[in-house]
Nanobody, 114 residues
Framework: QVQLVESGGGLVQAGGSLTLSCATSGNTFAANLMGWYRQAPGNQRELVATVTGGRSAIYADSVKGRFAVSIDNAKTVSLQMNSLKPEDTAVYYC?????????WGQGTQVTVSS
């Protein structure tokens, strides 16, 4: 089974930066697409950013220009978050599409203080 292991969440001040990382378990699994979604209390889970193995990226309008998503060897996806705002506070979920199915990470909390 595929496991997506997330790291990098935490507490940061408004205007600061934070980088999230998510790695596919094993050494033989390659994703067609990986990315990040987030969900704040009372809100629906929403797309943050996705990137294909060919490095074609899509960003939500709310993060475009502040966040950057990248993929390494079609197994690890990173999200560099700059100029963070309190409204970025949410649980961030790693997401991966593989030829055999779609998988989600358990989520990592990002809290931006004002």
């Amino acid at each position: 089974q595929v496991q997506l292991v997330e790291s990098g969440g935490g507490l940061v001040q408004a205007g600061g930066s934070l980088t999230l990382s998510c790695a596919t378990s094993g050494n033989t699994f390659a994703a067609n697409l990986m990315g990040w979604y987030r969900q704040a209390p009372g809100n629906q889970r929403e797309l943050v950013a996705t990137v294909t193995g060919g490095r074609s990226a899509i960003y939500a309008d709310s993060v475009k220009g502040r966040f950057a998503v990248s993929i390494d060897n079609a197994k690890t996806v990173s999200l560099q978050m700059n100029s963070l705002k309190p409204e970025d506070t949410a649980v961030y979920y790693c997401y991966g599409q593989y030829i055999f199915g779609t998988y989600w990470g358990q989520g990592t909390q990002v809290t931006v203080s004002s």
